[in-house]
Nanobody, 127 residues
Framework: QVQLVQSGGGEVQAGGSLRLSCAASGRTFSYLAVGWFRQAPGKEREFVAAISRDRGSTRYADSLKGRFIISSDNAKNTVYLQMNSLKPEDTAHYYC????????????????????WGQGTQVTVSS
């Protein structure tokens, strides 16, 4: 069993930056692919970014490329999402997730591929 605990988030003005953290306990993160998703009110949960089990591959939603960066620190059993140049449309509840589907270099893009979820954290970007 894996527990994911998120931290970071909050409110920031447009153009600002935030970093979200996702810490795992119960099982080392290095055996799991990790992803970030977000959900705005009235909308479906959407893919943001993901990193493979071997941490060698990353993927981003097309609209976020160049602004968001996913990274990991295996020693701390933590994955991060650095969010730069934030826009009001980035406002949403952000979730991290972990899963073991696919191969070690496979990036998981879909909600259904993940087994474990963090509690979520709110990010609000004001104009």
């Amino acid at each position: 069993q894996v527990q994911l605990v998120q931290s970071g988030g909050g409110e920031v003005q447009a153009g600002g930056s935030l970093r979200l953290s996702c810490a795992a306990s119960g099982r080392t993160f290095s055996y799991l692919a990790v992803g970030w998703f977000r959900q705005a009110p009235g909308k479906e949960r959407e893919f943001v970014a993901a990193i493979s089990r071997d941490r060698g591959s990353t993927r981003y939603a097309d609209s976020l490329k160049g602004r968001f960066i996913i990274s990991s620190d295996n020693a701390k059993n933590t994955v991060y999402l650095q969010m730069n140049s934030l826009k009001p449309e980035d406002t949403a509840h952000y979730y991290c997730a972990a899963g073991s589907a696919g191969t070690t270099y496979f990036v998981l893009l879909n909600v259904a591929e993940y087994d474990y979820w963090g509690q979520g954290t709110q990010v609000t970007v004001s104009s």
